[in-house]
């Protein structure tokens, strides 16, 4: 077994400056994350981010990226990756157990931060197990990271941001959006996005849902309803449109099971997405030296999760007993960032939630 | 089903990489994903379920649920959605939970 000093597990926006502040510090770093490219979601979004000036916004994902990855430049004699590996088992002593292709090997760390993002949820419909039926993230990967079209005609169910921005993609990549459905009586995500695909001639349908998707071996058609203010589906309105890819975006879940594994604190807060690891306002998990940032402590937005990363890293290095420059500036000058990124109305659920959760931000 | 023009992204089009699929010869690009590449090809479906035998394609296409393991190389239960395709290759729809493979 390896030895090795600050562990990141998850190299998205949060994994990625958590690692920067800790070689900045001096750290020894190791990133693990299981797919080849680092970047975690911004690896597939080519749309220009909302949010601070201070975090890229204006900029498009996948050249934020860039910018993160190219921070890291300067350390590289300090810095190991380990892509292509997937963690799969967490130990109390610091031991993370990972898979690289056919080899299976553990590493001993110092210190773990826990950067896994979130996991796309799945909806409850009469054959929603078809393939043709994917995750609207997982179609935006397909399109995006490896340039394949997932039909030619595509149901939206969900109209958050991820809903709205895919389905402009969808339209760019040439494919046909035939409709967008949403349950509530209101858009979910943000009004701009909504009306660029209004425009391109997208149907959105307020208060209706799927009700079952129709196919031998994949999806050919759906069956959508209109629904009551208590989300039932109204008989008599069922309409059947032609389609052969339905896509999935109804929110996100922290992917929290590493965390419990190892037994740390965790709690479910709806208005976080799940289940999210209890942390102090130093982003420690209930385990000393395992910390947790971006979407695993709630699910917010690349923005918020670059804030967490930064100051998870900081309080790692300070841990591990390296001298950050500035460190109480910093710290002070990224929890303003967090607090004006968190102040708009659109963020009063995750306001909500923290709250709950009792984090001091 | 390769996009071919877009306003933002280029990509790579030309299907170099030869790798079987149940027996059948096909092709995919540099940067595919096993799954990637069968999607470009026309085929969605990549197992069955275990015990009702439903046809399975890809879900979340990041390597969290499973939905798109086959068999590559022998080795069941390999998610291809996150796994580079490589030339040479030998992939194979899954059938039930997949056997212990020897190496
Ligand atoms: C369509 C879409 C549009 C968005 N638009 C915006 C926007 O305009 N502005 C904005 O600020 N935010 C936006 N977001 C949200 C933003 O992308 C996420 O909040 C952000 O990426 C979260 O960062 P993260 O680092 O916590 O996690 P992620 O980016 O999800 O990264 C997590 C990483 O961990 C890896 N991982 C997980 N488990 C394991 C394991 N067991 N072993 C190894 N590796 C593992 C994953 O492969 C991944 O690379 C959008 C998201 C989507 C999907
Ligand atoms: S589609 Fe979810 S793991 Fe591959």
Known sequence: MKNKEAVIIGAGPAGLKA??????????????????????????????????????????????????VQGLKPFEDRLEILNETSVVGLYKDK????VKHDNFFKIKAKSIIMATGASEKHLPFENNDLPGIYAAGAVQTLMNEY??????????????????????QLLQAGVD????????????????????IKRLGVDILMQTSIKRAIGKDQVEQVEIWELDEVWQGIPGTERVLGVDTVCISVGLAPLTELLMQIGADVEYIRELGGNVPRIDFRY?????????????????????AMVEGAMAGIHAAHDLGYTVEDESRKLKV??????????????????AGYTKLEVKT | MRIKNHPILSFDTEETIEFSYNGKKLRG????TIASALHASGIKKLSESIHLKRPRGFYCAIGNCASCNMVVDGVPNVRTCITPLKPGMVVNNQVGKGKVYEE
């Open chain 1, 95 to 98: 031991v993370v157990a990972c």
């Open chain 1, 177 to 196: 959006v035939v409709a967008l459905v949403e349950a509530a009586p209101q858009i979910s995500g943000y009004l701009v996005h909504a009306s660029k």
């Open chain 1, 147 to 168: 340039g394949v079209k997932p039909g030619d005609k595509v149901l939206m169910v969900g109209s958050g941001n991820i809903g709205l921005i895919v389905s402009y």
């Open chain 2, 29 to 32: 690009v540099e940067g595919d």
């Open chain 1, 19 to 68: 690692a920067k502040q800790l070689l900045e510090a001096g750290a020894h770093v190791t990133i693990i994350d299981r797919n080849k490219k680092l970047g975690g979601q911004l690896v597939k979004q080519t749309h220009k981010f909302f949010g601070s000036e201070k975090q890229y916004a204006s900029f498009r994902g996948i050249d934020i990226l860039e910018i993160l």
């Open chain 1, 334 to 351: 990224l929890q303003e960032e967090l607090k004006f990124l968190r102040s708009g109305p659109h963020a009063a659920k995750v306001r």
């Open chain 1, 284 to 304: 420690e998990t209930s385990i000393k030296g395992v910390y947790a940032c971006g979407d695993v402590v709630g699910i917010e937005e690349a923005s918020s």
